[in-house]
C-alpha cells in the first residue's frame, strides 16, 4: 500500500468520528450481566451458617462461607484468608501503609515500620501494571524495574537485588496472566521466589492473582502455590497474595481478598481491627448465594471465557495478519488474564497511541505499563480487548494496525 | 435494704444465668429489620442517572446521587463530599496514615507527612470514643485528655495546646450527640473550634458526625455547621468532617463518608485515587432507591426513634429510681445519638462492670471511654441501650444499679 493509500484509509476512518475505548482492563456489559442473577440478593436470607445476622456489626476478616468460596481460588486455608472490602488494590496499598507505620510482625515491629528506615525501595518487573507502581509512586518508594521474559521476572537480578540491599521492602509479583504481558511465573520461578533470602527482615513479596481464574483456554495453566513453597522453604511470611471477584462479578461491586501465613494474618487481622469494624458481609453472602460454591466459580469463568476468548482471538488474528509478516511489533498470545501487550520497534509507542486517539480509539498511554509512565525504548502498547463489543474491536484493532504502520513510516 | 438482701437479689439474678449485651454502639434487630427493603435492591435498576453502569469501575468518590442523599446530613455540597466504601472509621484511620505519609495539602508536602516530623499528638476530649483513641494508640499518636461539660471539651485548653505545641496535629470531636455523653457542642464551641488558630499548619479538626441524624427527640437540636464556620474565619482547610449510615441501614453493610472543604477534598480524592479504583456504586444506589431522598432518611430515622426512646427512657427511669436518691453516680440524658455515660463515685467502675459481667451482663470495659483504657477516676462507665430488646434491657438495668450498689457498699 502506498503512503497515501495508508493515509486515505486512516483519514476515512477519523472522519467516522468512532469512540472506541481499549484503555483499561474493564469487562464489557456482555461480562458483567452474566452475574445479574446477584442483583437482588441476599433478600430475607442474610443469616450466615452460623447463625450470624449480617445486617448487623461482626466478623472482621470475612464470613466463613465466603472464606470457603474464595480460599480455592488462592489455594489457602481460612486462617490463611483475610476478606477484605470492594478492592484488592486498596488491601495492596493498605498493607504497605500498614508496613510503613507500624511494620510487618510483631518482631519487626521494634524497627518502626518501613517509613522510619529511611528511603525504601521496591522491585517492579517490566512491563507491569501501573496502579502497582503509582502506589510506590505516590508513597515515595523508589521503584526499581527488572526485566520479564516468557517464564517470570529475571530471578538472577532480584536474587542478587534483595540479598544485597535491606532498603528493598518489597516487589510487585502479577504471577498468572500477567498484566500486561499475559505470560505465567513457571514453576521454577515460583520455587526461586519461595526461596529468597532477603536481607531486610521485613521483605515482603506483593503476588497479586487478580487472573487466577481467568482461563481463556479448556486446559488452563496451573500456576505453583507460593505460600506452599514458601512454607517448604521455611519461609512461610515472605508473601502476602491477593485477589478479588472485580473480574468475576462487578467492578467496584465485587469482593476484595488477601492470603498469606497465618501469622501474617494474624498481625494484618489486629491492625485491620483498627481501621474497621469489619467489611461488608452482605455482599459476602450475596456472592455465597450467587454461585453456591467455587465450582459455581469455575462455571461462571466458562461462561466468561466463551465471551472473552473471540475477542483476543480477533486482536491476536489482525495482529498476526497486519504486522506479523513486516516485523512491526512482537507480542505473547496470552491463555487467560485481561490484556496483550504489544512491543512495537523502539521509538514508536507514543506515536501510535496519538494515531490512534485521534482516530478514535484511546488506548492506555504508552509508557504507563513502567514506573514513572517511562518505556525507556518507548515501544510498548497495552490491549484492553475485554470492554469493546466484537465489531467495535474489529474496528479498533484496523485503526491501531494502521497507526503502527503509520508511526513506523510503514507503506 | 439489708447487705444480706442485696447480696440474694444479686446472687438470685446471677443463677439465671443471663447472657445481656450492653457493651457496644449496636442497633438491635428491631432497627435493622426497618432496612430490609434494601436487601433485593438495586434489583434490574442498575444504571445511574447520568447513564453510568454502577456494576462497572468507575466513580471514584460517589455518584452524584448520593451525594445528593448524603450531603444534607453533613451540609456540604458535592465538591465538599467523599463517599467511601462501608466504614466512615475507615476513612478516619484512612485520613490519619495519608496525613502521616504525604501529608494534608500541597502546601504542606514538603514537609512531609506527619510521621516524619518526629513523634505528634493528639487532643481527645474525654470520655470519648474507643475506636478514635485505640487509632491513635496503634499508630504510635501520644493522645493528650481535655475534659468535657455539657457544652462540649473545655476549648480554653484546646485554643493554649494547639497555638502553643505543633506537635500537635489533630482532635478527635463528636459534636452531635457525643459518644458516649450524649451531650451537643453548643453554637459557641463550635465558633471557637471553626476560629482555631493551630501552630501546626497541617492540623485537622476530625469531626465525627456518626449521629447526625440520630434524635431521640421531635425537636432536634441544631448543631451548628463547622465547615460554614470554618469558611467565615477563613480557615476552611481546618476541619475533616465523617459520616456513615452504619446506625441509619446496616452496620457493616452501609455507607461511609467524609465531608470537608473542596481544597482539602481535592487532595484526599487524587491520593485516594492511588488506593483504590473507585467504591461500591451499587450500595450507594442501593440506599438511593431505598430512601428516595433526604426525606426518606429523615422519615426512616424517625421509625429508628421510635424503637429506641423506650430503650434510653427506661435506663434512665432506672437510673433516676435506683440510683439518683442515694447520689451513686451522674448522667446527662441525651436528646439523640447511642449512649448513655455514667459517672458513678470514684473508684467503683471496674467492680461495677466485674460484677454486672459475673450476672451475665456484658458492658464496655471500665475505662475503655479514655485513652489508653485509663479512667483516672475509675468511675465512667458507658451504658449501650440499644442492642437488647426492652425487656431484657430492664433486667440489665436492675443488675447494673444492684451492681452499682454493691460495689458502692451501699445498702
Known amino acids: ?123 517492579c518487573p517490566v512491563p507491569g501494571y501501573d496502579r502497582h507502581f503509582s502506589i510506590c509512586e505516590s508513597l515515595g518508594i523508589e521503584m526499581l524495574t527488572v526485566s520479564m521474559d516468557e517464564n517470570g521476572p529475571d530471578m538472577d537480578t532480584i536474587e542478587k537485588l534483595v540479598s544485597e540491599d535491606d532498603s528493598i521492602k518489597g516487589i510487585w509479583c502479577i504471577p498468572i496472566y500477567s498484566n500486561p504481558t499475559g505470560i505465567t511465573y513457571s514453576d521454577e520461578v515460583v520455587r526461586r521466589f519461595a526461596k529468597l533470602k532477603p536481607k531486610a527482615n521485613d521483605f515482603r513479596l506483593f503476588w497479586d492473582c487478580a487472573y487466577a481464574v481467568h482461563h481463556l483456554t479448556d486446559t488452563p495453566i496451573k500456576l505453583l502455590n507460593i505460600l506452599e513453597e514458601c512454607k517448604k522453604s521455611d519461609n512461610a511470611d515472605l508473601v502476602y497474595m491477593f485477589a478479588s471477584t472485580s473480574k468475576i462479578t462487578f467492578p467496584g461491586g465485587g469482593v476484595g481478598f488477601m492470603a498469606a501465613s497465618k501469622n501474617n494474618c494474624d498481625f494484618i487481622r489486629k491492625h485491620m481491627g483498627f481501621q474497621t469494624i469489619g467489611t461488608d458481609k452482605l455482599n459476602q453472602l450475596r456472592h455465597v448465594q450467587f454461585f453456591g460454591g467455587f465450582d459455581g466459580i469455575v462455571a461462571h469463568m466458562k461462561k466468561i471465557q466463551t465471551v472473552l476468548k473471540p475477542k483476543f482471538d480477533t486482536v491476536i488474528e489482525i495482529l498476526e495478519r497486519e504486522l506479523a509478516p513486516h516485523n512491526l511489533g512482537t507480542w505473547y498470545t496470552p491463555n487467560g488474564g485481561y490484556f496483550i501487550s504489544f512491543d512495537g520497534n523502539e521509538g514508536t509507542a507514543k506515536k501510535t497511541v496519538q494515531l490512534c486517539k485521534e482516530a478514535g480509539v484511546v488506548l492506555t498511554e504508552a509508557g504507563a505499563v513502567f514506573p514513572y509512565q517511562n518505556d525507556p525504548l518507548n515501544r510498548n502498547i497495552r490491549i484492553a480487548p475485554t470492554l469493546p463489543p466484537l465489531e467495535e474491536l474489529k474496528s479498533a484493532m484496523e485503526i491501531f494496525c494502521i497507526s503502527v504502520k503509520l508511526a513506523n513510516d510503514f507503506y
Open 1 to 123: 500500500m502506498s503512503q497515501s493509500q495508508l493515509k486515505n484509509q486512516y483519514d476515512k476512518i477519523k472522519s467516522q468520528r468512532l469512540n472506541l475505548d481499549m484503555s483499561r482492563g474493564k469487562p464489557g456489559e456482555d461480562v458483567t450481566s452474566l452475574s445479574n442473577g446477584m442483583l437482588n440478593l441476599p433478600g430475607d436470607n442474610f443469616t450466615a451458617l452460623n447463625g450470624f445476622d449480617c445486617r448487623n456489626y461482626g466478623v472482621l476478616d470475612g464470613l466463613p462461607e465466603a472464606k470457603s468460596l474464595f480460599a480455592p481460588i488462592l489455594g489457602v486455608t481460612h486462617d490463611e484468608l483475610i476478606i477484605g472490602g470492594n478492592s484488592s488494590l486498596q488491601m495492596m496499598y493498605d498493607a504497605i501503609t500498614r508496613a510503613m507505620l507500624v511494620g510487618v510482625s510483631e518482631e519487626t515491629m521494634g524497627s518502626g515500620g518501613w517509613a522510619k528506615q529511611g528511603s525504601i525501595k521496591f522491585i
